[in-house]
């Protein structure tokens, strides 16, 4: 699997072919079954998601078809990424290659998960949605242009839809807030600061 | 809003920054790893393409999944193995100090710790487990993190957090013999419940405190999670010192007495303000049993299990799961009813002092026919220097097995297990369903000295009662101020 690097920082845009994957209520369950949960990292989820899914199927899920190889939008239709609140299923939907959803609506703790790993959801009714899901379905080499600010997808032919996306999950993707360890890496001068009048860490010299 | 507290004064002095959104960079200290919440931490770092920040800050140890009879390695469970030769590959890889098997430095992360001298008062401490408010004992601010905190720890050495209230447990009086810490902490998390504390940190105080020893101090603070509160601490005094000198992490020399002056003058001053203050008399605090499925279900071992009518509506539904899962009717006596198996260990019972006051009720005595008890030592020091003692024969000869160091059947995630409905007498810290490695397996959770009194009787007993029989002539847990076994130079 040829996958990118994960985000860091600031999410502007998502750039890539989509995949579809039709149907509602689709649980984390389903997206990561519970006996891939017992891991020491989460380096094996990407080739496991789905894994049931794609077993019954026998190559013809969509994430077996070679068209949607390298794919990084997902679209889905209502309540995508409910039951458990693993952290396990958005972590091997990126790991796999998903950088950006579109869907007529996410579970509230998937998207939250989602959000932490810098993974955008994106909204739009259900006809956009399946109007949406047929095009990728007829041109499934069509690359895509996901802009987080306008919340609008672009596809290479001149093609636009409009998207929702609350405004602070977006404030929270363009300015880089979702990302605790990217804040926190920003501020060493003042760790270093910081750890200077700490007296333990400096003999207990109080000067 | 509290003001003064040694909380308000460890907070400031580690605050790096203000985040957006409210909350505040805090500088950690001293950040402890083991071998289950960090494996996904270190590789979301390398994902990341980071590297790990302050390596000397960070200490590790094993304790969670090793077994207790063989240490030899490879393990004979498979993804054991492979968790702890991924913590090993993780600390050379970062150059991070590992306390491993047979280093005589290894143990239960919250054990270890305390014993090395490395949690000192005024530090933040983090580590992805939850008691890790045991470290609050010396007058640390110590919390519990979930993997993706630790993953931020490693890259930053600190943490995005939200300031908690200060609530002051103030203890009046002194626990009776037979008493112990952990009859205290059962008996304040049965009265202010166990989401009592949310959103609290618990400074304890008050005569009944200050009398403590180091261990039982954190006895005390391991279980503040239990009651809700992320972090609980006890202000530095006197036998926080005695505890620390000469211990080979603590300053020495000079810097000695600098530490003890800067330590002292973190406490909670008089003019202090609290957010919340709640009151106790120790000395009206029974020996504790949880007769329930969470830790706030507690009793004294002279009652019986509350009945519906007497409890508070809001608590009716899940002491009625309780009723059903412990099979416990309502109404009948605690004492009396019969064990199967008697676990004494863990971070918040398995150290020299817990030991002793097991074994001062085991000498002379047997397990009863038909029970299966083990001690499990809290650290390799804990154990050698228990067998310098003679614990192990002692408890050898009362027919408990004596095991090697590790979590073992606290959490069950290595081979020692209840199986099916066994019911166990436990001094370990929570008595959820399925806790103890059988899906229906029930944990009674009490001090030490009551789990062996259990033992010998073969049911929950009144260890006062057994205390004051002639076999056995120690009442309260003796003062711990042994040497530390070790000498070697600190390497964090
Ligand atoms: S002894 Fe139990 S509570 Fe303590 S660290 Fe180990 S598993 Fe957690």
Redesign the interface.
């Known amino acids: 699997m040829n996958v990118p690097s994960f985000p860091i920082g600031p999410v502007r845009s998502v750039e890539g072919t989509a995949v579809v994957l039709s149907g509602d209520d689709i649980d984390t369950d389903r997206i990561i079954p519970a006996r891939f949960l017992k891991c020491v990292t989460f380096g094996g989820l990407g080739e496991q998601v789905f894994a049931d899914d794609r077993l019954e199927r026998g190559g013809a899920h969509p994430f077996d078809l070679p068209e949607h190889q390298g794919a990084r939008i997902l679209l889905v239709n209502r309540n995508f990424g409910c039951g458990s609140s693993r952290e396990h299923a958005p972590q091997a939907l990126m790991r796999w290659g998903i950088r950006a959803l579109l869907g007529e609506s996410f579970a509230e703790i998937f998207f939250g998960n989602c959000l932490a790993l810098g993974i955008p959801c994106l909204q739009a009714p259900h006809g956009r949605i399946k109007a949406l899901q047929s095009f990728v379905e007829a041109n499934p080499s069509t690359a895509f242009r996901l802009e987080v600010d306008a919340a609008r997808l672009h596809s290479g032919d001149g093609q636009a839809w409009p998207l929702d996306l609350a405004p602070g999950p977006r404030q929270m993707l363009l300015s880089g807030q979702w990302d605790a360890t990217g804040q926190l890496v920003s501020h060493d001068r003042e760790l270093l600061d910081t750890a200077a009048r700490l007296p333990y860490l400096n003999a207990f010299s109080t000067d | 809003m509290s003001a003064g507290t040694l909380y308000d004064k460890v907070w400031e ?5 203000d ?3 409210g909350s505040t ?1 805090l ?1 950690i ?1 001293l950040h402890l790893i083991h071998e289950v919440t960090s ?2 931490a ?3 770092l390398r ?4 590297g790990v ?1 302050h390596p000397e800050r960070s200490v590790a140890t094993v304790d969670h999944i090793v077994p207790t009879t063989s240490q030899a390695r490879p393990f004979a469970d498979s ?1 054991a193995e ?2 702890l030769q ?1 913590l090993e590959r993780n600390c050379a890889e970062h150059g991070i100090t590992l306390h491993g098997l047979g280093s005589g430095r290894q143990g239960i992360v919250h054990v270890i710790a305390p014993e090395l001298g490395l949690t ?1 008062p ?2 933040t401490v983090a580590c992805g487990d939850s008691h890790t408010s045991t470290h609050g004992a010396f007058g640390a601010i110590a919390f519990g993190i979930g993997t ?1 905190q630790v ?2 720890v490693l ?6 957090m939200n300031k908690l209230k200060v609530r002051r447990i103030w203890v009046d009086g002194q626990l009776q013999g037979g008493v112990y810490a952990k009859d205290l902490i059962l008996h304040i998390i049965r009265t202010l419940g166990v989401k009592g504390g949310v959103g609290f940190a618990y400074e304890f105080a008050g005569p009944a405190i200050e009398a403590l020893s180091m261990e039982e101090r954190m006895t005390l603070c391991n279980m503040a999670i239990e009651g809700g509160a992320r972090c609980g601490y006890v202000n530095p005094d006197a036998t926080t010192f005695a505890y620390l000198q000469g211990r080979p992490c603590a ?1 020495a020399g000079e ?1 000695w007495q ?2 003890v002056a ?1 330590w002292s003058g973190l406490a909670s001053g008089p003019e202090a303000s609290f957010d919340d203050e709640v009151r106790f008399d120790a000395t009206a605090i029974a020996p504790t049993v949880t007769w329930g499925i969470t830790p706030g279900q507690g009793i004294g071992v002279d009652e019986a299990v509350p009945t519906p009518e007497q409890l508070d509506a809001d608590e009716r539904p899940i002491a009625a799961e309780a009723y059903r899962y412990m099979d416990l009717q309502p109404g009948i006596p605690i004492a009396g009813v019969p064990i199967d198996v008697c676990f004494i260990g863990s971070c918040t019972n398995g150290r020299l002092s817990d030991l002793r006051a097991a074994a001062a009720v085991a000498r002379g005595r047997h397990v009863a026919e038909g029970i299966r008890a083990f001690v499990v030592p809290g650290s390799e020091q804990v154990a050698r220097a228990a067998e310098a003692e003679g614990l192990d024969q002692l408890f050898r000869a009362a027919g408990f097995e004596w095991r090697e160091p590790g979590c073992s059947m606290c959490l069950a995630m290595n081979p020692d297990r209840l199986e099916g409905r066994q019911i166990s007498a436990s001094s370990s810290n929570r008595n959820f369903k399925g806790r103890q490695g059988s899906a229906s397996g029930r944990t009674l959770l009490m001090s030490p000295a009551m789990v062996a009194a259990a033992a010998v009787s073969g049911h929950v007993a009144d260890v006062r009662r057994l205390l004051a029989a002639p076999t056995s002539p120690v009442g309260t847990a003796p003062e711990v101020l042994s040497e530390p076994v070790l000498s070697a130079a600190c390497q964090p």
């Open positions: 002095l580690h605050r790096v920054a985040l957006p959104g960079q500088f200290g494996p996904q270190f590789a979301a994902d990341l393409g980071l920040r993804l492979a968790m991924s000192q005024g530090m993706s993953r931020d890259a930053s050495q600190s943490l995005s300053p810097a600098r530490a800067w």
